[in-house]
């Protein structure tokens, strides 16, 4: 079930007057696994068995590994574990893709495995793989409820495209009263409605623009394909930072706070603040499952190279099971590992060549830096957006103006859009530095209106007017529905 | 005292978007044409738009589309009629066809007057019921109407009001529908008209429990529509045409060429179209050449910068390569067809 459709708005209505009559904490607990289980099943019921199968196990494997006292018994848990996720994972995501490869080398035949991915299935996947790591490394108690450890990897607002929840995030807070607190109810729906925003006047309207000529690039010109780059960058950005915020508001009206996944991405002066600003949560897990048990960059330069460039890789698989994904992920390996080779060059910090400074050789700085880093994520984008490498190739030629010629269509939203977004990353990124260390959602993180009054109403009257007026017929699913 | 606040929040929230909406689109659409009525000296109508484009268009008080520029007292009058392709909303007025047919003229030594009328979303039927009122107007001045993919397929016989019926000959004739009309009330506010607007547009898109049941499509004299009708629709539709305005009247083909994916169905209509005219002996052109050899140098004819290229009404170059068709017809022999 998407969010941007009248079945969510009805459903969410229900599960909210659900919530409301529920007498205690326990049936509001049960309620809301039904929910989930409606929203997640209500298309394609049999994507709750694949949802099912790995809950169990990593529910059993963790109180497994809790109980046991032998290390090797409590890795065999945990490998069980792993070789389950990633095995399903495996099977529905990639075994196409290394099928391919493997029929590619030997010239065997390729046989095609004709399977659905079921949505959000990345997702889920890694968030119970943290849970079963974070009981294994002893940071976090093996859940002894199945029903509020299904209600974890469940929960219907973030279930299909993040944020990547920590069961040491969510399960805490499954303890607190549940009461709809007006409060919350309040600046929920406002934090939901700034994703609603993004996602149906910007990122749908763009696509108006972006879809046709990435389908087509051989028939554009020069400047529309720059513009359309430029387009995709804002569409992505607010396609998927629109469901973040979406879940996160759902999830603050129901009762629970989510982690932030986007800080102003575009107003990062490097690649590696542009990981700590854009999807925090993926960020996060890869960085605490993948590139510090690696080794980090405690085993010298080279090893820390080499372990970026994992990362990434598997970061860019992770999006998808394509060439174009493994090379977007490459890039980003590549622009990491030559940052902090140039960092370790100069005397700067990441953390002080990352600010932004009113001192005019730092803003300079500041400003090539920024230059250079949109530059370089607007590279990727090309990459992750276009279906084969040849399409990419032929983006990028027509981009650097190799291939002349074409029709010029320069559409007048991604001009008004991207001022916008340029306005608010100015004014938002002072803001965001507020953000707390460990993630969460601060109080003020959001630009939310608390008080109840003339103000208020006026701004988010105007804000839905021009909501319901100008959301493009255009719909399209939320790109990353397919990861 | 809150709950004051609120609302009157609310409130002032609602004027301010309808007094800066008014900036941008106006509550009534276009006029809808009063031909026996229309003159050049009529009052003035403004139109402003933000669906397509953002646009401001001028009309007559009886429903013609201005040009922009003043008639000419001695010039002899052309009348072009077709839908919402000759209302045009979405460009200026000296960007309409005929303006760009008038300038055309003009600049060949050939003063004239084009007056254009457009019924948004007619069908063949409309200019069959018009026929008279323009005669009585117009008296033998030169007509084109403007013909394209929808005035051949079932919408013409079974859409908007009035409608085609074919009799045993092939022959087609307008049905008017002759219940009585249940028009609400006029709008009030600019808010009130996008809002419907938008419902409208979405409301395809609701799931089934939301979505409010469309009745069937009425058939003329509730005979089901069958392809065979269908097929025979180009024919009857040129013959009726030329017996209603004379074998003056010339016809064009507004071709749906868009930037990469052209409509199939649409060149099957134009060639129906074409041969009946050969057959009929009708003066007849399609724009289909002219706008793909446009396309191949980068001139995409359809759209705008806040839509979709390729898609919707003319824009300005769209107008512009259709006038130039326009001239041509009306400087071709009787019963041409100008198809390349």
Known sequence: MSFVSLNFAAFFAAVLLGLALMPTRAAKHALLLVANVVFYGFKTPWFLAVLAVPSLVDFACALRIERATDARERRSWLVLSLVCNLGILFYYKYSNFFGDIVATAT???HLLIYVALPVGISFFTFKTMSYTIDVYRGQLPACRSLWRYAMFVSFFPELVAGPIVRASVFLPQMDRAMRLSWARVGSGLQIALLGLTKKLLVADRLSIFVDPVFASPATYSQGTILTAIVAYSLQIYCDFSGYSDMAVGIARVIGFDLPENFNMPYASTSITEFWRRWHITLSQWLRDYLYIPLGGSRRGPLRTYVNLMLTMLLGGLWHGASWTFVIWGALHGVGLAVHKLWISMGSDSIESNNQWSLTPLKSLKAVAGWAATYAFVCLGWVFFRCATFDDAALVLRKAVGLTPGGVSWLYAPTFLFAAIAAAAHVLGSARA??????????????????????????????????????????????????F | MQCLSVAFGVATALAASEGALRLFATIQGPPRPNVRADAFNAPAVTVREIDENVSVAHYSVDGARLTGRAPQPDAP????????????????????????????????????????????????????????????????????????????????????????????????????????????????????????????????????????????????????????????????????????????????????????????????????????????????????????????????????????????????????????????????????????
């Open chain 2, 77 to 340: 009058t052309v009348v072009l009629l077709g839908d919402s392709y000759i209302v045009a909303r979405e460009v200026a007025d000296h960007q309409t066809m005929g303006a760009v047919l008038e300038r055309t003229a003009h600049a060949l030594g050939h003063d004239i007057n084009v007056r254009q009328y457009g019924w948004p979303g007619a069908s063949p039927a409309q200019y069959l019921v018009e026929a008279p009122n323009v005669r009585a107007r117009w008296g033998k001045s030169p007509v084109i109407i403007a013909l394209s993919s929808n005035d051949f397929d079932a919408r013409a016989v079974s859409g908007q009001w009035p409608r085609l019926a074919l009799d045993n000959q092939g022959t087609a004739s307008a049905l008017n529908d002759l219940r009585p009309s249940h028009g609400g009330p006029a709008p009030l506010s600019v808010l009130a008209v996008l809002g419907s607007r938008q419902w409208n547009k979405m409301r395809t898109r609701a799931p089934l429990w939301a979505r409010s049941k469309t009745p069937p499509a009425t058939n003329f004299d509730g005979v089901p529509v069958d392809s065979t009708q269908i097929a025979t629709l180009p024919r009857g539709v040129v013959r009726a045409l030329a017996r209603a305005y004379g074998r003056e009247v010339a016809l064009v083909y507004l071709a749906e060429v868009h930037v990469t994916d052209d409509d199939s169905t649409d060149a099957v209509y134009e060639r129906a179209l074409l041969r009946a005219c050969r057959l009929e002996r009708v003066t007849c052109a399609s724009t289909r050449n002219t706008m793909l050899a446009a396309r191949g140098e980068g001139v995409i004819v359809r759209g705008f910068p806040t839509g979709t290229l390729g898609r919707g009404h003319f824009n300005p170059a769209g107008h512009r390569l259709v006038a130039a068709e326009l001239w041509k017809l009306l400087n071709a022999p009787p019963a041409s067809v100008i198809a390349d």
């Open chain 1, 107 to 109: 010239g065997a035949p």
């Open chain 1, 433 to 482: 530095q507020r953000q707390t260390a460990d993630g969460h959602v601060a109080a003020d993180s959001y630009p939310v209106l608390r008080s109840v009054g003339f103000a208020s109403a006026f701004v988010i009257t105007a804000w839905l007017v021009i909501l319901l007026l100008f959301v493009p017929q255009h719909r399209s699913p939320f790109i990353y529905f397919q």
